[in-house]
């Protein structure tokens, strides 16, 4: 297991990602290109539940 910074590192890292993916999916939406939108949001909704599981505290 990676320590806490680590964690928390690589949790925002993700949320970047995600919050990139978001502009993606805006952008397809906008422009009308549906499935390009659909799977950029379908990768931002992941890298969230990537950010949740990495900044959720270890169980002991």
Do not use: H, K
């Not at 978001?22 to 390009?36: C, D, F, H, K, Q």
């Not at 659909?38 to 909704?45: D, E, G, P, R, S």
């Amino acid at each position: 297991m990676a320590p806490s910074g680590q964690r928390r590192a690589l949790g925002a890292l993700f949320l970047v990602l995600a919050a990139l993916f978001v502009g993606i999916a805006a952008a397809g939406t906008n422009a009308g290109v549906w499935p390009v939108a659909v799977a950029a949001a379908a990768l931002a909704f992941w890298m969230l539940t990537m950010v949740a599981r990495a900044w959720r505290r270890p169980r002991r």
